[in-house]
């Protein structure tokens, strides 16, 4: 498997049913999430906010939330406004510490 495979796998194990996961297929519906790297979309009356996710290695989590908002990854997702999450999660190989901030739109 590869890592896109793997990252949409563990993607829908965490979503369960309540949420539509799209990796890399929402490039071909949505232009603007070319470059991130997972997006959740809950399901409708689910009352679950859509999430944009950007994962980072050796970087910042802070740098990521910056990528989404610089890149607009978030441009298609208006109708979510009020529950949109935007979550950078980073790694850093040297301390072997995950990193995450989450900042709600």
């Not at 949505?30 to 997006?39: G, L, N, R, T």
């Not at 979510?80 to 709600?104: M, Q």
Request: hydrophobic share 40%.
């Amino acid at each position: 498997m590869d890592y896109e495979g793997l990252q949409e796998t563990v993607a829908r194990l965490i979503a369960g049913d309540k949420i539509y996961v799209n990796v890399d297929a929402f490039q071909n519906d949505f232009e603007s999430f070319e470059s991130a790297d997972v997006v959740f979309l809950p399901t409708p009356f689910s009352g679950l906010p859509a999430m944009v996710v950007e994962l980072k290695w050796n970087k910042t989590s802070g740098g990521a939330i910056s990528q989404i908002k610089e890149r607009g990854y978030t441009s298609n997702l208006k109708p979510y406004a009020g529950k949109l999450l935007l979550v950078g999660i980073n790694y850093d190989e040297k301390s072997g510490v995950h990193t995450c901030k989450i900042e709600k739109v």
